[in-house]
Structure formats: structure tokens, C-alpha cells
């Protein structure tokens, strides 16, 4: 069988989920969209069903997939819905929905729903993509509190810059939601996973943390908090070729890299097609039976090389991690690729995905 796997510690998932609780001090909803980043939304979220708040999930289909799975906790569809057919499957499921356009506050009206349902009224307080402005989100909350099909009404907004620690827009449009909201009845939701690692002081009843559950530092720079984050995704495979090329010789497509020394070359069972970035540069570091090791030469579809001249005891079957591991991290990892840490573990495919607990 093909050696390209993808082990999730489902133990650090939890620690992850425990330490974005704590710092978001009220209620989490584990983001669990793109099949878990790429980590498998089944497995995470029954991994996490015990103590999660809730899940949260982009399309219904991907709430569905959890149902039907067992999944029993709230299951938030972070865009709503985006067919007005789409409520009966809605109240159906007990699912939660977000609301942010004014064609969605119309539909939920006119829906004659056999339950009252939970709503998270968004506010675009910003970021200029979901969500109502000051008015129509006011307006909107007196129409669905007045509503027997509105149940509950969660008040949320998204944040566009909480990565950028330096940027005045976090605390922007934590002003602008908190003057919209002012007197309205209803829990409040801000944070996602750069606020909450990086705005402490930008609090609200529940938290939405996604990337940081997956132990990626969504951040430029690591703190003590950070530091407590730990890699769920170890992404590796095997050298499954070795040889020794000449100096002036090149390797792979194009010839991007030429050895400038007699150089032996490892060729590993991972390419872009298992998503691996294509645009890895000469020189990614990657981890040889243990030691530190580095990509030469274009990433293909199914395999990459690497340099073994400095592992002299390393060869075919020898295990290389891609990422996840000691000095791997997907923060780290990424931008060197030209690619964003949420980037990475989404692309995975064809890799075989092994859980384990600790
Ligand atoms: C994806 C998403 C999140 C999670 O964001 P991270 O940066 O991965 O923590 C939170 N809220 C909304 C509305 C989202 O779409």
C-alpha cells in the first residue's frame, strides 16, 4: 500500500478545543466546515461530541453528514441557508442558522415552521461580506423576536484583520457591533480563532474557533498562548527511491534544482495531488527518520524529492514528514509555500487518514 498518511491525534483536538474554551470564556461552537480543514468532520466531531457546545459547519449538506453520523449536538450553518427549500431540513434537524441577508430575514418569516428555531443574526460590522448593517440588523432582530418561529436570537459578526495584531480594525468593529447590539436581548458571538488568540480583551457569550483547533497558529508571531496549541495533522510518507546524481546534475521537472555537490536523492510518495503544495521551493524543510531534512526539486503530482546526502543512514522505507512534527508546523510551513496555514490540511486528499488518541 501507498506509505502517504495523514495521522490526527484526536487527544490534541480536544486539548485545542479545551484551550479555545478557556480563553473564549463562555461557549465554543467547533468549526468543523471543509471536512474539519481537511481533518475529517465524522471523526473530529465525534471526538469532541462529549464536551463541545456545539459544531459549526458552512452548508447544510455538511450538517446533514453529521446527523447522519449521530451527531446530536447544535450544529450552527455559518451561512444560513442559502434556498429558502433548505428551511423544512432545517427545522427537520434542529439545526441552528445564521442569518445575514435581508432574502434570508424575508424567507424565515414567511416559513411556517413546525418548531422554534435558534437564529444567529449577523451583523456586518466591517468586514463587507455577510451579515446586515447597523440598522437592518436592529430592524431585523425587533421582525424575528416577533416571530413564533424564532425561538432564540444569537447575535454574531465575523472579524476581518484579527491576524494583523497591529491593526486598529479588530477593535473597529468590536465597537460597531457593540453599539448595534446595545439593549438587544440575546447571546453575542465575535471571536474566531486569531481573536481569540490575539484580542483577549474582544470577548463575547460564545467563540467560533476553527483553525486553531487543528493546532495551527492562525497568528505572525507565538506567544504563550500559542505555545499551547498542538499539531492534530502529521502529514508523512516514506522514501520509496534513492540515487546518486553527479554535481551539475538535475532533478525532476524543469530542472529546478542542480546539485552543486554529488548529491543522493530520496524520492518520497507525496505530490500536490495529495496536497502537498506544488510550490514548495528548494530547501522546505521536511523531517528524515527524525532529523531535519530538506525538499530539492519541483513538487510532482504523486511524489517529491528530497536531499539524503547528510542521512547517511536513511533510505528506501525511511519516514519522512511532510508537516505536523518538531519544526513543522503549518504556520511555519505555509508561508514559505506561498500558501495560508488554513490552505494546507484543506488540500489533503488520496492520503490515507489514520486517527489517533494521543
Ligand atoms: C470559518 C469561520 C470561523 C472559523 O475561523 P478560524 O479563523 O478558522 O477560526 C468562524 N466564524 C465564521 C463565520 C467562519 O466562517
Redesign the pocket.
Known amino acids: 500500500m501507498r506509505p502517504a498518511r495523514a495521522l490526527i491525534d484526536l487527544d490534541a483536538l480536544r486539548g485545542n478545543y479545551r484551550l479555545a474554551r478557556e480563553l473564549g470564556g463562555g461557549k465554543a461552537l467547533a ?1 468543523v ?1 471543509a471536512d474539519a480543514y481537511g481533518h475529517g468532520a465524522v471523526r473530529c466531531a465525534q471526538a469532541l461530541e462529549a464536551e463541545a457546545d456545539g459544531f ?1 459547519v ?1 452548508t447544510i449538506e455538511e450538517a446533514l453528514e453529521l446527523r447522519a453520523a449521530g451527531i446530536s449536538a447544535p450544529i450552527l450553518l ?1 451561512e444560513g441557508f442559502f434556498d429558502a427549500s433548505e428551511l423544512p431540513l432545517i427545522a427537520e434537524h434542529g439545526l441552528w442558522t445564521a442569518v445575514g441577508s435581508p432574502w434570508q430575514v424575508e424567507a424565515l418569516a414567511a416559513f411556517d415552521s413546525p418548531l422554534a428555531l435558534t437564529v444567529w443574526l449577523k451583523l456586518d460590522s466591517g468586514m463587507h461580506r455577510l451579515g446586515l448593517d447597523v440598522d437592518a440588523f436592529r430592524a431585523a432582530h425587533a421582525r424575528l423576536s416577533a416571530l413564533p418561529q424564532v425561538g432564540r436570537i444569537v447575535m454574531m459578526t ?1 472579524l476581518a484583520r484579527a491576524d494583523e495584531l497591529d491593526s486598529e480594525r479588530t477593535h473597529e468593529q468590536a465597537a460597531v457591533f457593540a453599539t448595534a447590539t446595545a439593549g438587544l436581548a440575546g447571546e453575542t458571538s465575535i471571536c ?3 481573536a481569540l488568540l490575539g484580542w483577549p480583551d474582544v470577548r463575547s457569550d460564545w467563540v ?5 483547533l487543528y493546532g495551527a497558529n ?1 497568528l505572525a508571531v507565538d506567544s504563550t498562548v500559542t505555545a499551547r496549541l498542538r499539531p492534530v495533522m502529521n502529514m508523512r510518507s516514506k522514501v520509496i527511491a534513492e540515487r546518486w546524481i553527479e554535481a551539475g546534475e538535475p532533478v525532476g521537472y524543469g530542472a529546478r534544482f542542480v546539485a552543486s555537490q554529488r548529491t543522493r536523492v530520496g524520492v518520497v510518495a507525496m505530490g500536490y495531488a495529495d496536497g502537498y503544495p506544488q510550490f514548495a521551493p528548494n530547501g522546505t524543510p521536511v523531517v528524515i527518520d527524525g532529523q531535519p531534512g530538506a525538499l530539492i526539486g519541483r513538487v510532482s503530482m504523486d511524489m517529491l524529492t528530497v536531499d539524503l546526502t547528510a542521512h547517511a543512514q536513511a533510505g528506501v522505507g525511511s519516514e519522512v514528514q511532510l508537516w505536523g512534527g518538531q519544526g513543522l508546523s503549518l504556520a511555519e510551513l505555509a508561508p514559505r509555500c506561498g500558501v495560508s496555514a ?1 490552505q494546507l490540511p484543506c488540500a489533503v486528499k488520496r492520503v490515507r487518514r489514520e486517527y489517533v488518541e494521543g
Do not use: W
Open positions: 468549526v466546515k459549526a458552512a455559518l465575523h474566531n480563532s486569531p467560533r474557533p476553527g483553525l486553531m492562525p488554513y
